[in-house]
């Protein structure tokens, strides 16, 4: 979801300073039970002294709770002791991420630039997480590691230096916190403002596409997507849900069968010199072992197919004989194809193709049969894709300060 460019700000609605109404992680010493699977959530309340015989019906009570209803304070949970409700309370939490910022745009696009307390000896870190309103849907855009070690050039991700994976929890976390700024918990007034898509939810669908790649965080991604597509809880389809990966082929087989969601491919070249050079990873898994991978992918069919992403780079990747290839590479797999504007950052090597030259290309690949590929830009005057919110915002926070001193010092 990097298709968005910092332009204007004027109707940008910036609460840099909101806080939460619930509980952050920072300070907070009492683990959470956000994040934990179905199994370790019985474990903990056996922990708490709940009778072995009855720690399946209290964790499937407690679960509906967390995820269906989102409460964040024990107290709230009525169908269970207030003996027990008191000793969860002393023991666990169920904190939200710290919002560092929050920005909405005109067009309902909303971003967050989140903080989470550190983890062992390390630092507090910060990821974003976008939520962009359609009419028929509301997508998640989620981030699953600080940073990334994959160095693609184009992406601004890839030039901050990994920080750490994010855990389930806070994969979780950020689905969470979503919803409760969103107000998208039934029987609560969504606070959307451009009413309820279809589904009756405005957090429909969930990408991970934002900082960070996946599949070298496969476990926790696996713990947290579980977790989403839970039917008792956030209860999301797994076919609205989708992990973006730059193509870690051993884990392709592993992400299918064991979380069994929707996949996208950032393939952004259609030859391997090329896309050695986009997308490194490339040179351990070329472009040949990628698409076997994605013929292989569980489930696939033309119900159920592959996106493939491609971000459109001014004279690297953008020839019409480009976009033939790529139709000619991809067939006989299912695939849904996105042409994504570059998005560019400060000091990036790359401008986004010419508008003509992407519905040329576009056209290419209409006429193969693949409907309405192109990514429009969203949350255009709140700037910042994925990767970018978080420089800029730091840049903000540096630019108020100085207002703020000049005021004193004047
Ligand atoms: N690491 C994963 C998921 C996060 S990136 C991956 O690479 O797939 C999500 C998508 O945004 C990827 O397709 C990525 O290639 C694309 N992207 C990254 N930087 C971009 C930019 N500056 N402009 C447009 N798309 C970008
Ligand atoms: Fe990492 Fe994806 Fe960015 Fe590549 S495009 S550097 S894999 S986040």
Redesign the pocket.
Known sequence: ???MSPVTTDLQRDLQTSAPAAPTAAGEDRPSLIGLGREPLAAALADVGVPQGQTRMRSAQLWHWLYVRGVTDFDMITNISKDLRARLAETFALPRPEIVSEQISADGTRKWLLRFPPRGAGRPVEVETVYIPEESRGTLCLSSQVG?T?N?T????GTQTMVRNLTSEEIVGQILLARDRLEDYPGRTPGHGNGTPPTGRLVSNIV???????LYNFDNVKDALLIASDGDGIGLSRRRITL???GVVPMIARTGAEIGVML???L?AVRDDLRDEL?PLNKRYPIAELLDACRAYHGLSNARRITF?Y?MLKGVNDSLADARELVRLLRGIPSKINL??????PG?AYECSDWDQIERFADIVNAAGYASPIRTPRGRDILA???QLKSESERLRIRERMALEAMIAG
Do not use: R
């Open positions: 979801m990097k298709a990334c994959l693609c184009f992406c601004h991700t991970m596409m934002g900082m960070g790649e996946p973006s990966t730059s996208a491919i950032s952004h997308v992403e971000v994504i504007p570059f998005n560019p950052w990036s894709a994925c990767g």
